[in-house]
């Protein structure tokens, strides 16, 4: 089955970096786009960034210039690099896969101190 494992997670300073890593197994890992989620407490789940199959990516405006997705296909590994981490940065950040039906892990728990 489908499994995603979040780690890198932590308690950081504001302006600090931290790097995410989502390992994944029960599937053709480099066959399928990969994203990272992050969920505020009090706040709905919203997408941070993807990479696509092929490398393309997205990020969302309020992370744009700080964060880096990547992957490697020989790990079945997607990171997340966060850079000049803000305070309202401070979320669980999932990793997910799947088009039509999602599939998450647990989530990492990334606080931001100002």
């Known amino acids: 089955q489908v499994q995603l494992v979040e780690s890198g997670g932590g308690l950081v300073q504001a302006g600090g970096s931290l790097r995410l890593s989502c390992v994944a197994s029960?599937?053709?890992?480099?066959?399928?786009?990969m994203d990272w989620y992050r969920q505020a407490p009090g706040k709905q789940r919203e997408l941070v960034a993807f990479?696509?199959?092929?490398?393309?990516?997205y990020y969302a405006d309020s992370v744009k210039g700080r964060f880096t997705i990547s992957r490697d296909n020989a790990k079945n590994t997607v990171y997340l690099q966060m850079n000049s981490l803000k305070p309202e940065d401070t979320a669980v950040y999932y990793c997910?896969?799947?088009?039509?039906?999602?599939?998450w892990g647990q989530g990492t728990k990334v606080t931001v101190a100002s």
């Open positions: 997910a896969t799947g088009a039509t039906a999602k599939f």
């Open positions: 029960g599937f053709i890992f480099s066959s399928n786009a």
């Open positions: 990479i696509t199959r092929g490398g393309s990516i």
